[in-house]
């Protein structure tokens, strides 16, 4: 079954304590991005990568990183998380040939204290 | 990427016919029409897309129009599980970089009654 798996699901932390939170795709895709989703603002892209070794700032990148050291995986860093990254956010992954489709995760909803 | 405009919600009967409208009058001729749904927080699904025929799948119909300007999505039996908030979106067909991107506008909140 294709799956975009995120984890964790959901986690509290509190400002300054750096996690990651983790993204696999099994369909082999070329494209991999995250997205947060906040209220009246909607889904905003933050990092994309087109493959392996290549990533890209999207629409609100600051406070994360990302890497792609391996095509299924597309981890997303917060370094040093504060209250303004509570959020509910969305990998998501996609073939590049014209039209293909993009899939996305379950959602990881990350609250900063 | 083309803006769309969507109503910001609809109501349709269980078991009826579902018709959501979408704008995206300034279309390239390079751009897709998409549908995704988001049920409640959950991750948005890939409904469809099309570039300027019809398309259908076990999910819905999408209808485009002949100047591509506007679209349809049907659902055509709605069930409750089908409340849910529906974006439509234009994406360029070539998925290079910033293209990839999907821009989601505010959608259509579509509830299913019984």
Redesign the interface.
């Known amino acids: 079954e294709a799956q ?1 798996t995120q984890n964790p699901r959901y986690l509290i932390t509190v400002t300054g304590k750096k996690l990651t939170v983790t993204c696999s795709q099994n369909m082999n895709h070329e ?1 991999m ?1 995250w997205y947060r ?1 906040d209220p009246g603002l ?2 905003r ?1 933050i990092y ?1 990568s ?1 493959n392996v070794e290549v990533t ?1 700032k ?1 629409d609100v990148p600051e406070g994360y990183k990302v890497s792609r050291k391996e095509k299924r995986n597309f981890p997303l860093i917060l370094e040093s998380p504060s209250p303004n990254q509570t959020s ?1 956010y ?1 990998c ?1 992954s ?14 990881s ?1 990350l609250t900063v204290v | 990427d083309a803006k769309t405009t969507q109503p910001p919600s609809m109501d349709c009967a269980e078991g009826r016919a579902a018709n959501l409208p979408c704008n995206h009058s300034t279309i390239s001729g390079n751009e ?1 029409v998409y549908w995704y749904r988001q049920i409640h ?6 409904i469809i ?1 099309g ?1 300027k025929n019809n398309e259908t799948n076990e999910m819905a119909s999408l209808i485009i129009t002949e100047d591509r300007k506007s679209s349809t999505l049907i659902l055509p039996h709605a069930t409750l599980r089908d409340t849910a908030v529906y974006y439509c979106i234009v994406r360029f ?6 293209a ?3 821009t ?3 959608g259509t909140r579509l509830q299913v009654t019984l």
Do not use: C
């Open positions: 975009v494209y991005s989703q909607g889904l892209q994309y087109m890209d999207g509910l969305f998501a996609g073939g590049t040939l014209s039209g293909n489709t993009i899939y996305f995760g379950e959602g909803w | 897709y927080s959950q991750g948005p699904q890939y897309h570039l067909r070539i998925n290079t970089g910033t990839s991107k999907l989601f506008g505010t």
